[in-house]
């Protein structure tokens, strides 16, 4: 009988070696516990860093059907003598590195029931339970597998250990042991079962489905349930898949914002890949977006709309979302105004973080144009007092666009009596009017209807398309001298009215003013001083409207917009290539059994593309938002 002391290793008390000290016995204990140190740590790093399995080239304890009567082989996985480092099977259960060396029937186990009086007393000896008979199982499903534990092995059991040239006992040994089990269910034994053992490690192998009144065990029966093929790959291969330091994407930065398999599978699909189709902030009550999406300028994505989610009058909510967490999703949204109705917000950032949100207050017909100014976290306050911009009596005011231009910012807005749009300048720097007199009237084509986009150039110019009559009526405002050039009217030769204009400035100069008209979206370039002829691009499959556009780090040309029937839309995406000025295929980018419509697309500072629409797949309309993904 070996004489041990007790163990002293306790891996919570975080010792990592033993040192031996001048004038001080050694005895077994210090040893033993520096063994158990250098044991526990190679078992802790084979657990959490390599995980449960069997390695890559080796098919060890892999389960067998073979038609016999409740069994079944477990496979070694290799030809020839075994070789403990080159021809063995393995598997890592728990940090334990387990080896089988040859094929073994489940049934001829020695601890197997069926091998009676020697499978007792191994059993009592080894202090574990029998391994059961698989007829004893009837669930219809039984799981197979693997128990490993560790035993201590003195001379008295092994002669080998004592020493042939001293004639006495050398140190004991541990053992590492195992044998395959079988269970009814599909799940290895958990804590509190009867056939748990704290002391023992366990690992699925598989599955068998048995058949009433058939026990044999066929091949197809048996599902794997090994994890398999264990590898620590180099270093490059994060490098050549994805582009980024191994270093950065441990550290979780430079990750794909989806799956490569999600990827592959929507190009395959005709798709652009993308995240999943989310709520900016889901709700009972219908919301209504119009294009007031920004980058806050703190790494975040703001998103402004009207809704009745407090009750009673339309008001504009707003919520962000921080890039450093788009997993969080957007914050819950507040409301930043209230009293009674207030709709249509637009917003720009202003130089030094604050934002500037303008909206229509009232009823069509009657309703006003105000503005607030405050930092994102302050707007809701109640300092933050409402700023008129037009609120001329008995004249209906609204649909406010803003633009920022240096120190100024422009409001643009729909006078519902004159049916014409108007601008006024803003100074954000002293908070204070250019036109003190009221809004300016920006052309004398009338506009019906109030659906009106611009955008600024590189000059600081702004240009601005809008609905009249049947086509599209197109311009550039300086806003500092207020002069109005290159105006021109275009679109209403098409077979249906124009509707829904986008302007888009390109970093090179290049402005282009997009709209649809039933089943084709239009384009129109200015460069070099003119306007170029009408681009027509032909939708398939139905309708197409409210287009968008947005221009990528590359200088490519993303062009959005819905298509099919109203009621029933889906939105696409096109790309033009800025060098061959060809335009790329159709790609679906979002589809639902609702209706997906007013798409909105913006360049996050990632350079990150991120589509914001509405869509009222839950029942109602809701604000939905998804990025692109269109490099890895």
């Not at 975080?14 to 078992?43: C, H, M, S, T, W």
């Not at 034994?189 to 489905?209: G, M, N, R, S, V």
């Not at 109030?450 to 600081?460: E, K, Q, Y």
Request: proline share 7%; net charge negative; hydrophobic share 40%.
């Amino acid at each position: 009988m070996a004489v041990i002391s007790d163990d002293t290793f306790d891996p919570l008390r975080r010792y990592v070696r033993v040192r031996l000290q001048q004038g001080v016995p050694i005895v077994d204990a210090d040893v033993n516990e520096r063994e158990d140190i250098q044991k526990f740590e190679l078992r802790a790093f084979l657990k959490w860093f390599v995980g449960d399995g069997v390695p890559e080239g080796n098919g060890g304890f892999r389960i067998v059907g073979t038609g016999s009567p409740n069994d079944f082989e477990i496979r070694a996985g290799f030809d020839g003598a075994p070789d403990a480092l080159h021809r063995i099977g393995r598997c890592l259960v728990q940090g334990m590195d387990v080896m089988i060396e040859q094929d073994v029937h489940f049934a001829a186990q020695p601890l197997h029931e069926s091998q009676g009086e020697s499978a007792v007393q191994l059993a009592a000896h080894l202090r574990v339970p029998m391994i059961g008979r698989l007829e004893s199982i009837t669930d219809p499903v039984i799981l197979v597998y693997l128990d490993v534990w560790e035993r201590l092995v003195t001379p008295a059991e092994d002669p080998r250990l004592v020493s042939v040239g001293l004639g006495t006992e050398s140190c004991a040994r541990y053992k590492r042991e195992w044998v395959v089990r079988a269970r009814a269910g599909t799940r290895v034994p958990k804590a509190d079962e009867d056939d748990f053992d704290p002391a023992h490690a366990y690992t699925p192998l598989a599955t068998i489905k048995r058949r009433e009144g058939d026990p044999l065990v066929q091949p197809s029966d048996v599902t794997d349930g090994r994890e398999r093929r264990l590898l620590v790959p180099p270093a490059t291969l994060v490098e050549d898949v994805l582009g980024t330091d191994p270093a950065e994407y441990r550290r979780g930065r430079g990750r794909p914002p989806i799956s490569l398999r999600d990827a592959v599978n929507a190009l395959l699909r005709g798709e652009l890949p993308a995240t999943p189709d989310a709520p900016v902030a889901a709700s009972v009550t219908p919301q209504v977006p119009t294009r007031a999406f920004l980058n806050d300028g703190s790494n975040g994505l703001l998103a402004f709309w009207s809704g009745q989610q407090t009750g009673g009058q339309d008001q504009i909510f707003a919520t962000r979302m921080d890039l450093a967490d788009v997993r969080g999703g957007f914050a819950a949204p507040r409301p930043i105004t209230t009293g009674g109705s207030r709709t249509k917000p637009h917003a720009v950032l202003l130089p030094g973080g604050d934002l500037l949100v303008a909206y229509q207050s009232g009823l069509v017909g009657s309703a006003d144009v105000y503005m607030k100014r405050a930092p994102f976290g302050a707007l809701a306050g109640e300092d933050v007092h409402e700023i008129s911009v037009a609120a001329t009596a008995g004249v209906g005011e609204g649909a406010p666009f803003l633009a920022l231009t240096g120190a100024l910012v422009t409001v643009l807005l729909h006078q519902s009596t004159t049916k014409r749009w108007q601008y006024r300048r803003w100074q954000h720097t002293s908070s204070t009017w250019v036109d003190t007199a009221g809004p300016i009237e920006l052309s004398v084509a009338p506009a019906s209807t109030p659906d009106l986009h611009a955008a600024v150039d590189p000059t600081g110019r702004l240009w601005v398309a809008f609905l009249t009559g049947p086509g599209i009526r197109a311009l550039r405002l300086d806003p500092a001298t207020g002069v109005v050039d290159h105006e021109e009217t275009f679109g209403s030769g098409s077979v249906m009215a124009a509707q829904a204009p986008f302007v888009l400035c390109n970093r090179s100069g290049d402005v282009w003013v997009s709209w649809s008209s039933a089943t084709q979206l239009h384009a129109r370039r200015f460069r070099n001083g003119a306007w170029e002829q009408d681009e027509t691009i032909p939708m398939p499959a139905g309708g197409a409207f409210g287009p968008c556009a947005v221009e990528d780090a590359d200088g490519a040309t993303w062009l959005f917009c819905g298509r099919g029937n109203v009621g029933s839309a889906d939105l696409v995406v096109m790309r033009r290539d800025p060098v061959s000025e060809v335009w790329g295929p159709l790609r679906q980018l979002v589809t639902s059994p609702g209706d997906d419509s007013a798409p909105f697309a913006l360049v996050a500072p990632d350079n990150a593309l991120w589509i914001f629409w509405a869509s009222d797949r839950a029942g109602v309309t809701n604000v939905y938002y998804k990025r692109l993904v269109t490099a890895v």
